[in-house]
């Protein structure tokens, strides 16, 4: 009965932040808006954050919640989240490409733009290199001094992002992807909303966050406790499966099925540089940032996941949504690895 319960508490823990996760991107988003950023701006850069966001507190809490395990279980969450990006987005991304076109509902080829797509994966490879190649150097002197580097590069990659080309086609797709915000629906107030509705809906969303983060990391102490395996091998595997599913869902689900390949994929792209910058950056300063062979194996799978995205974009000129769809077979292998070892 007691394990029974642990796993309906790791259930709820994840619909939690789900929840939260969808409520933040949504009003955020917004908050954008308000702002005046472009429409590009906010269907990239804020949405790629916004979903991101979880996959930041997450170490976060554990870290800094004084856990027994909390190092180990932020570990995993830092680790999972680009792992995951760069092998089931990716894959849900193309398999619904190719369902879509099958059913004649939309084309089978990927709209993208070449250029952005290399670029992304360029930042992305640059940085999460270097953090790898830290972890396996247990020097923290070089982990303090990779940090500069890695939050200077994510500022130079959003100018890129923010200034956009004239005729940008991520700028141009994002136009009327900002969905209403929750809360005006609910409360029935006006489009758009006004900020103070806004900032009311993100900021009680980072606490939904929050609550969720922290019971996360209690269910899996004591679930990795009582199945013998290790915080960080758990916590890789589960944290993003209701961290990213925001990323799968916008990317797959919406924008792919209408035909917006440009933005879904730089969606996931932008997620995984920004997982690639600020989650490491904790890692590298607050934990040990020791890379074993299961999680530098993850590691190690993402940054190839990502070469594969390159080489593609470079060579072919465009990306093949059969060769995308592979790329869930790298996360496959990586849980039976995982499972064989345990």
């Known amino acids: 009965m007691g394990r029974r319960m642990d796993w309906l508490l790791l259930l709820l823990s ?23 950023l472009s429409e590009g701006a906010v269907g990239s850069v804020l949405a790629a954050i916004g979903t991101a966001l979880p996959e930041t507190l997450l170490p976060l809490v554990a870290i800094f919640g004084g856990h027994a395990a909390g190092k180990e279980i932020g570990i ?11 092998t089931l987005a990716f894959c849900a991304f193309a398999i619904t490409v190719l369902v879509g076109g099958r059913r004649g509902s939309r084309s089978r080829e990927i709209e993208h733009d070449p250029g952005v797509i290399r670029q992304d994966m360029r930042f992305f490879l640059a940085m999460y ?11 923290f002197a070089l982990h303090v001094a990779l940090v500069p580097f890695l939050l200077v590069g994510y500022g130079i990659y959003v100018r890129h992002r923010l200034r956009g080309a004239p005729g940008d086609r991520e700028g141009q797709e ?14 029935h107030r006006p489009s758009p909303p006004s900020m103070a509705l806004s900032l009311t809906q993100t900021l009680l969303a980072l606490a939904v966050l929050i609550v969720g983060a922290e019971l996360f990391v209690r269910v899996v102490e004591h679930l990795s406790s009582a199945l013998g395996v290790s915080e960080l091998m758990f916590s890789l595997l589960v944290a993003p499966v209701a961290t990213e599913l925001p ?10 099925r209408r035909g917006k390949d440009v933005l879904a994929l730089g969606n996931i792209a932008g997620a995984m540089v920004f997982q690639s910058v600020f989650p490491v950056s904790l890692g590298l300063l607050f934990t040990s940032w020791r890379l074993d062979t299961v999680s530098g194996a ?28 592979l790329q ?7 849980v039976v690895f995982v499972l064989r070892r345990s």
């Open 14 to 36: 994840l619909v939690v932040i789900l929840g939260g996760a969808e409520l933040f991107t949504n009003g955020v988003e917004w908050v954008g808006e308000g702002f005046g």
């Open 76 to 86: 995993g969450a830092i680790l999972g989240a680009p792992f995951m990006l760069s």
């Open 129 to 139: 290199g270097a953090a790898f190649v830290a972890g396996i150097v247990p020097v």
């Open 174 to 187: 994002a136009v009327g992807e900002v969905r209403v915000l929750r809360f005006a629906r609910l409360f």
């Open 247 to 256: 990323e799968a869902m916008n990317a797959s689900l919406i924008w792919a």
């Open 298 to 325: 993850a590691a190690v799978i993402a940054l190839v996941a990502a070469a594969i995205v390159l080489i593609t974009a470079r060579v072919r000129g465009r990306l093949d949504a059969r060769l995308l769809a």
């Open 328 to 334: 869930g077979l790298l996360w496959f292998g990586y």
